[in-house]
């Protein structure tokens, strides 16, 4: 019978071989090639995310010496292994030159090009968390110094790694993991363009500072918009009721205006409020204690099911404001400012918002129908935003899954 316990779940079609056990060092040699006639200038370190890059881009300054001619000189599709570990790289990072054609490393790293593997299968490889049993088992005692693993080059070279007899199906998983990669990386661009060009807009969509009209507006919209301050919008909203004694739905602040959540509270549990009150939708809502960390959020339909304390209270809108425009108006770094001068330091982390001062804050708004095109628009960019958001997640998630069930 065939030895299953070295074949991967997953497989292209027409494979069928166990995958053999190979040392580094029948795959690879080192390369300690240094940079004596400062051949580049270029430094380089290794990031788990991007793979080696331009230290300068990475930390935006360099720290390497200006006088490179005693590092590495790494080229085009070479690797490199940084034994520093991280939360994301808990035993270091192996990454191929891609992005330039040759640059400088810390003699830290251990270089190597490769002899006898296909070097996309190779690079996926050390992807996967397959790898980090053979180099724990060369990690010196004590292994960890200030995060940098002691490991020897010439044990390093003697760790195993399971790799396919068949150079096509190497050829077949490096090509297809590429693949994936690119378009990983489309989507990743998608989404970074529209979070930039959300930030622009909201830049150019609203007055700076000082101004009563934005820089860029709808069609038919001429009017300066109005100073007002919140606490003429915005009347206080407190429907109490009794704490049930069943459980109930919870509802939370998120920091930094990232929205809201609910939470069960399960029946028995420890109740501390004595009275609590309903959520109603489209409020501004503020967690008191944590306002100046910008914990504010208005609220939405799915809200309605929960309830909160005192110490998140909550503000309706007046009939010609519109709140969904106003989920936009509590992002702006002015108003964040304003939560954090009106929360009083205490001790540690407890600074409890002065609500009063919170609704002397001024700022500017158009007419309501201004309003509402200005929050149409900016909900339909944030659809679309959190849509490229979830297909790159869900390519990553299958990237990470395939990677466990298609490797050894």
């Given at each position: 019978?065939?030895?299953?316990s070295?074949k991967?779940?997953?497989?292209?079609?027409?494979?069928?071989?166990?995958w053999?056990?190979?040392?580094?060092?029948?795959?690879?040699?080192?390369i300690?090639?240094?940079?004596?006639?400062?051949?580049?200038?270029?430094?380089?370190?290794?990031?788990?995310?991007y793979?080696?890059?331009d230290?300068?881009?990475?930390?935006?300054?360099?720290?390497?010496?200006?006088?490179?001619?005693?590092?590495?000189?790494?080229?085009?599709?070479?690797?490199?292994?940084?034994?520093?570990?991280s939360?994301?790289?808990?035993?270091?990072?192996?990454k191929?030159?891609?992005?330039?054609?040759?640059?400088?490393?810390s003699t830290l790293?251990?270089?190597?090009?490769?002899l006898?593997?296909?070097?996309?299968?190779?690079?996926?490889?050390?992807?996967?968390?397959?790898w980090?049993?053979?180099?724990q088992m060369?990690?010196?005692?004590?292994?960890?110094?200030?995060?940098?693993?002691?490991?020897?080059p010439?044990?390093?070279?003697?760790?195993?790694?399971?790799?396919?007899?068949?150079?096509?199906?190497?050829?077949?998983?490096?090509?297809?993991?590429s693949?994936?990669?690119?378009?990983?990386?489309?989507?990743?661009?998608?989404?970074?363009?529209?979070?930039?060009?959300?930030?622009?807009?909201?830049?150019?969509?609203?007055?700076?500072?000082?101004?009563?009209?934005?820089?860029?507006?709808?069609?038919?919209?001429?009017?300066?918009w109005?100073?007002?301050?919140?606490?003429?919008?915005?009347?206080?909203?407190?429907?109490?009721v009794?704490?049930?004694?069943?459980?109930?739905?919870?509802?939370?602040?998120?920091?930094?205006?990232?929205?809201?959540?609910?939470?069960?509270?399960?029946?028995?549990?420890?109740?501390?409020e004595?009275?609590?009150?309903?959520?109603?939708?489209?409020?501004?809502?503020?967690?008191i204690?944590?306002?100046?960390?910008h914990?504010?959020?208005?609220t939405?339909?799915?809200d309605?099911?929960?309830?909160?304390?005192?110490?998140?209270?909550?503000?309706?809108?007046?009939?010609?404001?519109?709140?969904?425009?106003?989920?936009?108006?509590?992002?702006?770094?002015?108003?964040?400012?304003?939560?954090?001068?009106?929360?009083?330091?205490?001790?540690?982390?407890?600074?409890?918002?002065?609500?009063?001062?919170?609704?002397?804050?001024?700022?500017v708004?158009?007419?309501?129908?201004?309003?509402?095109?200005?929050?149409?628009?900016?909900?339909r960019?944030?659809?679309?935003?959190?849509?490229?958001q979830?297909?790159?997640?869900?390519?990553?998630?299958?990237?990470?899954?395939?990677?466990?069930e298609?490797?050894?």
């Open positions: 019978m065939a030895d299953q070295n991967p779940s997953i497989r292209f079609a027409g494979f069928t071989d166990p053999e056990q190979r040392k580094l060092g029948e795959l690879a040699q080192r300690t090639r240094k940079n004596s006639d400062n051949e580049s200038d270029l430094p380089l370190t290794i990031s788990a995310q793979g080696l890059i230290q300068r881009l990475f930390f935006n300054s360099q720290v390497a010496s200006k006088d490179m001619s005693g590092y590495y000189l790494l080229r085009k599709g070479e690797f490199a292994y940084n034994k520093s570990t939360v994301d790289s808990p035993w270091g990072a192996i191929r030159l891609t992005q330039y054609k040759k640059g400088c490393v790293y251990i270089c190597f090009e490769l006898d593997v296909d070097p996309d299968y190779l690079v996926t490889y050390y992807e996967t968390n397959r980090y049993k053979a180099v060369i990690a010196a005692e004590g292994a960890r110094n200030h995060g940098l693993l002691n490991i020897a010439d044990d390093f070279f003697e760790t195993t790694l399971s790799v396919p007899l068949s150079t096509v199906e190497q050829q077949a998983i490096g090509s297809f993991f693949r994936l990669d690119d378009l990983i990386t489309l989507h990743q661009r998608k989404y970074d363009k529209l979070v930039v060009f959300k930030k622009a807009m909201l830049e150019q969509m609203f007055p700076q500072e000082g101004e009563t009209v934005p820089k860029i507006r709808f069609a038919g919209f001429t009017d300066p109005e100073q007002r301050k919140l606490g003429e919008v915005v009347d206080q909203f407190k429907e109490l009794p704490t049930p004694q069943n459980g109930y739905v919870r509802m939370g602040v998120r920091s930094h205006a990232k929205g809201t959540f609910l939470t069960d509270v399960d029946p028995g549990a420890q109740i501390e004595k009275e609590l009150c309903r959520v109603a939708p489209n409020n501004l809502v503020v967690n204690v944590f306002a100046w960390e914990a504010v959020a208005i939405s339909e799915n309605a099911v929960a309830l909160v304390s005192h110490r998140f209270p909550q503000f309706s809108f007046h009939e010609d404001m519109s709140p969904n425009f106003f989920r936009f108006i509590i992002l702006d770094g002015r108003f964040r400012h304003h939560l954090w001068l009106a929360s009083p330091s205490g001790a540690g982390r407890n600074k409890t918002l002065n609500v009063k001062s919170m609704l002397e804050y001024g700022f708004v158009p007419h309501k129908e201004e309003q509402q095109k200005i929050g149409n628009f900016f909900s960019l944030d659809s679309l935003i959190t849509l490229h979830r297909k790159l997640e869900l390519l990553q998630n299958i990237k990470k899954s395939l990677l466990d298609m490797f050894v």
